[in-house]
């Protein structure tokens, strides 16, 4: 058995011993060259069967220690099955520490980081359906290199577990 073939057990092992009862959601698009274009506006769908909860909805972010600047700014999207936008914002993020450089968020592969950016907090949707958000990387130049992937998760709060 290879070695990657044996990793591939484990990790598979502990996201099943880890269960995420909280998840309604979560995907990520990766960015094939290691680099974010300003072109590219990753789209995220997913379904609501309870909007009586309340929700988290958080960005993710995974770059490289080669992303050459301290903070990302990403405007999000929120939109109902109709196409009719609920919410818009631009939200800003450290990705490293902006004195010190000190790369920010968690890492389980030696230069890669993952970011969790939360842009709605404590949100009941309007009605159950279909939802999408759309993220767009809001920077000064068009290619983000070093943004290998962004997704999107979306968690049910469960009162009495926060």
């Known amino acids: 058995m290879s070695v990657r073939a044996v990793w591939m057990i484990v990790a598979g092992l502990l996201v099943v011993a880890c269960g995420?009862?909280?998840?309604?959601?979560?995907?990520?698009v990766d960015f094939e060259?290691?680099?974010?274009?300003?072109?590219?506006?990753?789209?995220?769908?997913?379904d609501i069967h309870d909007p009586q909860a309340?929700?988290?909805?958080?960005?993710?972010?995974?770059?490289?220690?080669?992303?050459?600047?301290?903070?990302i700014f990403i405007t999000y999207y929120l939109q109902d099955s109709t196409g009719t936008q609920l919410h818009k914002?631009?939200?800003g993020n450290y990705l490293f520490d902006a004195k010190s450089g000190k790369?920010?968020?968690?890492?389980?592969?030696?230069?890669?980081?993952?970011?969790?950016?939360?842009?709605l907090s404590n949100y009941q949707f309007p009605k159950a359906g279909r939802y999408t958000v759309?993220?767009?990387?809001?920077?000064?130049?068009?290619?983000?290199?070093?943004v290998l992937a962004v997704g999107l998760r979306v968690e049910k709060i469960v009162p009495g577990e926060q």
């Open 33 to 46: 060259d290691r680099h974010w274009l300003v072109s590219e506006k990753p789209e995220f769908e997913f």
């Open 103 to 119: 790369p920010l968020g968690t890492s389980g592969l030696g230069d890669i980081y993952d970011h969790q950016l939360v842009l």
């Open 89 to 91: 914002n631009l939200l």
């Open 20 to 28: 995420d009862d909280n998840r309604v959601y979560e995907k990520y």
């Open 134 to 146: 759309r993220l767009e990387q809001f920077m000064r130049k068009d290619t983000l290199d070093g």
């Open 54 to 71: 309340r929700y988290d909805i958080i960005g993710n972010i995974r770059n490289e220690v080669s992303y050459p600047w301290s903070r």
